[in-house]
């Protein structure tokens, strides 16, 4: 089921040096060089407004709450550290049990592919957090 951020959304994102660095720090990511950005940082593009809404509207359609389940990464460029990119973004849900995915691929600004990431996350119903509060 498509969302809000349909596969042709294209965002214009970047990787911003001191987030990138905060980032590292934050995940205990090493680098003895000082200048590669963590594996996982694109996620912080799902904070993104048209992402996170998206993502959120799909919490109230379900009267559910965001539950992070996994991540998985794979590039064919390393990112950079100051550079632009265009993430393409699209979202599809799974009713057994409740999941959104969303799907990302990476590429720079000329078009080349860079990378791909995918979130899975799990939708909990609310009901079951009371019922369970109240057990």
């Known amino acids: 089921m498509a969302l ?13 040096a001191a987030r990138a660095e905060d980032f590292a720090r934050e995940t205990g990511f090493v ?3 000082g200048d590669s950005v963590p594996i996982s940082y694109p996620a912080v593009w799902l ?9 959120m509207r799909a919490c109230s359609a379900s009267d559910s709450v965001p539950v992070h389940e996994s991540q998985s990464f794979s590039y064919e460029a390393p990112l950079l ?4 990119y265009e ?6 849900r ?15 600004l000329e078009g080349a592919p860079v990378g791909q990431f995918e979130t899975v996350i799990r939708l909990v119903p609310r009901a079951s957090l009371s019922a369970e509060a109240s057990s």
């Not at 951020?5 to 214009?12: D, F, I, K």
């Not at 993430?87 to 599809?92: E, K, N, Q, T």
């Not at 409740?98 to 720079?108: D, G």
């Open 47 to 55: 904070s993104a407004p048209p992402v996170h809404g998206a993502i």
């Open 94 to 108: 799974e009713e057994t049990p409740p999941r959104l995915h969303v799907e990302c691929s990476i590429a720079t």
């Open 87 to 92: 993430l393409h973004v699209s979202m599809r």
């Open 81 to 84: 550290r100051g550079a632009e």
């Open 31 to 33: 680098d003895p060089a």
């Open 4 to 16: 809000d951020v349909p596969a042709t959304e294209t965002l214009r994102v970047s990787v911003d």
